[in-house]
């Protein structure tokens, strides 16, 4: 841990150990980006911890994020303005960050 109480992470701010994220990592870490979690951004979150766990990598691109998120939450929660309001930027590798994963292998 650092002295911020956090997990380790990298140098873009990515867990090193997604097994070491809790709910109060993410919240301090979503609030470096300026971003205060509601149960909208819970939900993704929750969805992206499930998607890794099944599939042991994140969504590989923003594209498919947005897919996958469509696929299991439909069409008005998965599509990039939504999302893009939740996780302002690239929305799929700043819900990775948040959720405590590795960072997509696509996203700039």
Do not use: Q
């Amino acid at each position: 841990m650092s002295n911020s109480n956090l997990p380790e992470r990298n140098n873009e701010g990515f867990l090193e150990d997604a097994t070491d994220w809790t709910p109060k990592a993410a919240t301090t870490i979503a609030a470096e980006d300026d971003i205060t979690l509601n149960e909208n951004h819970w939900e993704i979150i929750e969805f992206l911890r499930e998607f890794y766990s099944a599939h042991e990598m994140s969504p590989p691109s923003n594209r498919l994020f947005v897919k996958a998120v469509k696929d299991a939450l439909g069409e008005e929660k998965g599509n990039s303005i939504y999302l893009m309001k939740l996780f302002p930027g690239t929305p799929a590798k700043t819900a990775c960050k948040i959720a405590g994963l590795p960072r997509p292998t696509n996203c700039l």
